[in-house]
């Protein structure tokens, strides 16, 4: 695999530390519930302290392509449909705000990415933090658990495997019997984002 962490501070004390990511389902984790499994499988489960999400696919770009995007944090309004506000507020840290649908309140939350590199994929770990210079938008349902993950498997030079893993906590007044609909939703639609994104930009 290509180094692309050359330059780069790789934060594993924080990984280590954090307890919202150690609640993520470990690795070998395989009793995921599937919610589509059309190009883009979408899968949940609700077997821990927070109901995990996932979204697997399989991009025509090199892992470098898509690495290199999800690194452009402030660029996330751009990239991802919902996202209406992405502020850099730090090294690695970024506030988001997130523009939901119908009569639903907009989401916040401010996060830190940490990156790893292990057993041939990158993990790009993301982390809700508090941060002075974070706004603060009171018609918006905060979301302090905000966490999860990315993770880039390059199958050939030109072919990667991605993998989405979020926290499906949306809090505020959303209908719990709605959620397995939204998360069907938020893996396509994120997935969907940033393919579209990279291949309007190699055009």
Not at 3 to 30: E, H, R, T, V
Not at 103 to 119: A, G, N, Q, S
Not at 148 to 175: A, D, R
Not at 193 to 203: A, M, P, V
Request: aromatic content about 16%; overall charge negative; glycine content about 4%.
């Amino acid at each position: 695999m290509v180094k692309i962490f050359k330059g780069l501070i790789i934060f594993l004390s924080l990984i280590i530390a954090n307890p919202l990511l150690d609640m993520l389902p470990p690795d070998n984790y395989d009793s995921w519930k599937v919610l589509d499994k059309n190009e883009i499988k979408i899968e949940y489960t609700d077997d821990f302290d927070i109901p995990w999400c996932r979204a697997t696919t399989v991009f025509p770009f090199s892992l470098e392509e898509i690495y290199f995007t999800l690194k452009d944090l402030p660029n996330y309004k751009n990239i991802f449909g919902r996202v209406t506000q992405s502020d850099l507020l730090d090294l690695n840290i970024v506030y988001i705000r997130l523009d939901m649908p119908y009569f639903l309140y907009d989401r916040d939350y401010t996060v830190k990415y940490i990156e790893e590199e292990r057993d041939g994929s990158v993990f790009f770990k993301f982390h809700s933090v508090v941060h002075p210079s974070a706004s603060k938008y009171y018609g918006a349902v905060n979301l302090p658990r905000a966490s999860g993950q990315w993770i880039l498997t390059s199958l050939s030079e030109n072919t990667c495997k991605v993998t989405y893993i979020w926290n499906g906590e949306l809090l505020g007044s959303f209908p719990s019997m709605s959620l397995h609909t939204a998360w069907q939703e938020q893996g396509s639609e994120v997935l969907g984002w940033l393919s579209n994104y990279i291949n309007e930009k190699g055009d």
